[in-house]
C-alpha cells in the first residue's frame, strides 16, 4: 500500500482544512494509507518522508524551518512524489527558494482577485494525465506565476481578462499545470483550487486524482519496477 502525507494548515482563507479532506478522500478511494497533519512539523523527520510515496501540501503564506525544507527537497529527490493546487502548493513559502526550484512556481498575482471568469485550456504533451479533460471555464482567481523553464506545461489560461499595468505586454499564455522532475521525484501542481467548491469542480477532482497517481508512482518507475500509467480513456470529465 502507498503511503502519502497531506500536511494542510497556513492562511485559512484557502480552506485547508475543507480541501485537504478533498485530497485524503481521493487518495483512500486509490488506495493510499493516508496521514493528514496540521503542523509543519511534520517535516522535521527526515527519515519518515524518505518512507513515504506522496507528499501532498495545503499551506499557503507560512514560513517552514530551512531543515524542513532541505528534507522535503531531499525526499523528492529520492523519489518520493509531491503534488498539490493553488496557494496550498506554489505560496506555500514566500521566502524559502529551495521550496520554489523544487515546486517549479511561484503566485505573484492574480489580477481581479477572485471572481474573474476564465477558460482553461489543456494542452497537447508527452503526458497523458489529463487526457479527455475538455477545455473548461472556471470561475475564481486566475493565478499568475513566476514558472520554471523546465516545467511541461499540461494547461494554460490566457491574460489578461482583467485589465491591469500587465495588459501592456498583450497576450500571453499562463501555465495552469505542470510537471516537472526533481532527481528521482515526480512534481504535479494545478493552480485551480481558491476554495474546495473549485476543486470540487469533476475537470479539478480529475487533474488531482491522476496528478496524486503519476506524481506517487516516481520510485516505482525510477526503479523499473512498474511502467507508466496511461490515463487514455480513463475518468473523462466530459
Not at 137 to 153: C, F, M, N, R
Not at 189 to 197: E, F, I, Q, V, W
Request: proline share 3%; glycine share 10%; charged share 20%.
Amino acid at each position: 500500500m502507498k503511503r502519502a502525507l497531506i500536511v494542510q494548515g497556513g492562511w485559512q482563507g484557502h480552506e485547508p482544512k475543507e480541501v485537504s479532506e478533498i485530497f485524503e478522500r481521493i487518495l483512500v478511494e486509490e488506495g493510499f494509507e493516508v496521514e493528514v497533519s496540521d503542523t509543519l512539523e511534520s517535516f522535521a523527520d527526515a527519515d519518515k518522508l524518505l518512507g513515504l510515496d506522496l507528499i501532498v501540501p495545503s499551506w499557503t503564506m507560512g514560513e517552514i524551518d530551512k531543515q524542513w525544507a532541505k528534507n522535503v527537497t531531499a525526499a523528492v529527490q529520492s523519489g518520493v512524489g509531491i503534488a498539490g493546487l493553488h496557494g496550498g502548493m506554489c505560496d506555500s513559502f514566500r521566502n524559502n527558494v529551495d521550496w520554489q526550484f523544487m515546486t517549479g512556481g511561484q503566485w505573484v498575482a492574480h489580477p481581479g482577485n477572485d471572481g474573474v471568469e476564465y477558460v482553461v485550456n489543456i494542452k497537447q504533451s508527452s503526458s497523458t494525465i489529463l487526457a479527455g479533460i475538455k477545455d473548461f471555464t472556471v470561475k475564481s482567481e486566475q493565478y499568475y506565476l513566476h514558472i520554471d523553464p523546465a516545467v511541461e506545461v499540461l494547461a494554460t489560461t490566457r491574460f489578461p481578462i482583467v485589465e491591469g499595468p500587465h495588459s501592456t505586454n498583450g497576450a500571453v499564455d499562463m501555465p495552469v499545470v505542470w510537471t516537472k522532475r526533481w532527481g528521482a521525484g515526480r512534481v504535479y501542481y494545478c493552480s485551480l483550487g481558491h476554495k474546495a467548491n473549485i476543486v470540487e469542480m469533476p475537470e479539478v477532482t480529475l487533474m488531482m486524482r491522476r496528478g496524486f497517481l503519476w506524481a506517487a508512482e516516481g520510485k516505482t518507475v525510477a526503479s523499473g519496477t512498474a511502467k507508466d500509467i496511461n490515463y487514455s480513456g480513463m475518468g473523462d470529465s466530459n
